[in-house]
């Protein structure tokens, strides 16, 4: 059986194993929260997207 792809979000299989909490200011969430919903888009997933990146470039500058 062939995995579902989806556009957004955890690959299909994939399962959520940890977490990350972040403290901000209410007013940063908020703005953040409005424009990825503007977007259509999920907070973790481009959170998550953001750290993918970050290691991507840090084992390349490595």
């Known amino acids: 059986m062939e995995k579902e ?3 957004c979000g955890r690959p299909s299989g ?5 977490k990350i909490e972040i403290a ?3 007013d ?3 703005a ?3 424009a990825l919903r503007v977007e259509g888009k999920k907070a ?3 959170i998550g997207a ?4 970050y290691i991507k470039n840090a084992n390349t500058e490595a």
Do not use: G, L, N, Y
């Not at 994939?14 to 940890?18: H, N, P, Q």
């Open 5 to 7: 792809s989806r556009p």
């Open 14 to 18: 994939r399962m959520k194993t940890a």
């Open 24 to 26: 901000i200011e209410p």
């Open 28 to 30: 940063i969430k908020q």
């Open 32 to 34: 953040f929260m409005d």
């Open 44 to 46: 973790s997933v481009e």
């Open 50 to 53: 953001w750290i993918r990146e």
